[in-house]
């Protein structure tokens, strides 16, 4: 339903013929309802082409933000909806988000860095991982205070680089969950390779990844680029996503992403839990299967993480893309793939809150230390507790 001043088009086809009416409108063959529950007169036949006028603007508004739901036209024929719950639902899950992500891998970034030995398998990846989400956490006031307000007041270059974090946090934490979940397998296979291996090769490895990553998430701000010139008050999925001539191109793109972001990534997280799961069933050592079991929960945590978070977004991101660029004709699978899109995204952004998890429940030295600070802490505060009682008595 569109509220286009005082008239409302409600998307309902008319059985009668052509009659104006004051509760039930004007309905002609082929066209939508007009209600006119503002007016107490008649319309009169003057006033028809007005109304068309209205129904099919020559000259229409651009960036009408007043709905609260309309259709769109669109190159395949299908009404599509603009789905605008979508900022409420962004508002709020980020601002579920950020106070436990800030709090969360703020803390778990000082437990890895000051108190866990750089030895201990996949700390580095873990350093990382952390950095990447506080990245995209530090970013979510400006989102909640956009999706709020529907204005954004910061100019375009802040606009871009919060759009580039979302993806850059994503795929940097999917790589980062991959190293973890492969480095914990092949040790555990390996133990006499993983007493020689360095720590600057994790180090270096995770250089690699953030230049890989950076430079394969620019094409999404870049994208946008149009969009957000042509709309100053607008960002984030609000920017129209810029065309290109041939269609091969974008479908190219996005099934390279999907292969080496989504795909690759989860066959090897698969079987790394595949395989560790499988050594647990053969005999050994006490001490072996103690280790094996660490390394079975640390890569399964990481299996967990990528299922719940980054599956659902890049089964359907996939859709998305080909209802964008129009390959995609199907109304039911057009309209399905806009309504999903913003509750896969929205889940994407629960890993900066549940990657702290892997580092608490898969490494001792972290549960140690965590432990031993909060006694500390508990300590202090009761023994100022009773130095003020015996102060006052």
Request: glycine letters at 4%; charged letters at 15%; aromatic letters at 12%.
């Amino acid at each position: 339903m569109v509220l286009v001043g005082q008239l409302i088009i409600i998307g309902k086809m008319c059985r009668n013929g052509p009659k104006w009416n004051l509760n039930k409108g004007f309905c002609g063959r082929g066209r939508h309802c007009i209600v006119l529950p503002l007016l107490n007169t008649p319309v009169t036949a003057s006033e028809i082409p007005v109304i068309q006028e209205i129904l099919h603007p020559s000259h229409p508004v651009p960036n009408d933000r007043t709905d609260t739901f309309k259709m769109a036209s669109n190159g395949s024929g299908c009404a599509e909806p603009n789905i605008t719950f979508k900022h409420h639902l962004y508002a709020v899950t980020y601002t579920i988000v950020f106070i436990p992500g800030l709090l969360a891998n703020s803390t778990a970034l000082w437990v890895l860095c000051r108190f866990i030995s750089k030895k201990n398998k996949a700390v580095i990846f873990m350093i990382n991982l952390a950095v990447a989400d506080l990245a995209h956490v530090l970013s979510l006031p400006l989102r909640i205070y956009y999706y709020i307000n529907n204005v954004w007041p910061f100019g375009h270059r802040l606009c871009l680089l919060c759009f580039y974090l979302k993806y850059l946090n994503m795929y940097a934490s999917i790589c980062f969950l991959t190293c973890i979940s492969i480095q914990r397998y092949f040790f555990l296979y390996n133990p006499f390779k993983a007493k020689d291996w360095k720590r600057r090769y994790d180090a270096a490895i995770s250089v690699a990844i953030w230049m890989f990553v950076g430079a394969a998430c620019s094409p999404f701000p870049i994208m946008r680029y149009q969009g957000i010139t042509n709309s100053a008050n607008a960002c984030f999925a609000d920017l129209a996503v810029k065309k290109i001539s041939s269609k091969v191109v974008p479908v190219v793109m996005t099934i390279v992403a999907e292969l080496l972001g989504f795909v690759g990534p989860l066959i090897v997280i698969v079987y790394c839990t595949w395989k560790t799961k499988e050594s647990l069933q053969t005999f050994q050592m006490p001490l072996q299967s103690s280790e094996k079991r660490k390394a079975l929960r640390m890569i399964s945590t990481c299996a967990i993480v990528f299922f719940i978070c980054f599956t659902p977004y890049h089964i359907n991101f996939f859709f998305y893309m080909m209802v964008k660029e129009d390959i995609i004709t199907d109304c039911s699978i057009r309209i399905s793939t806009l309504y999903t899109q913003p509750f896969c995204l929205s889940l994407a952004s629960l890993d900066c809150c549940l990657d702290p998890i892997l580092y608490f429940f898969t490494t001792s030295e972290f549960q140690d230390q965590i432990s031993r600070h909060s006694s500390i802490v508990i300590r202090s505060r009761l023994m100022s507790k009773e130095s003020g009682s015996s102060i006052k008595e």
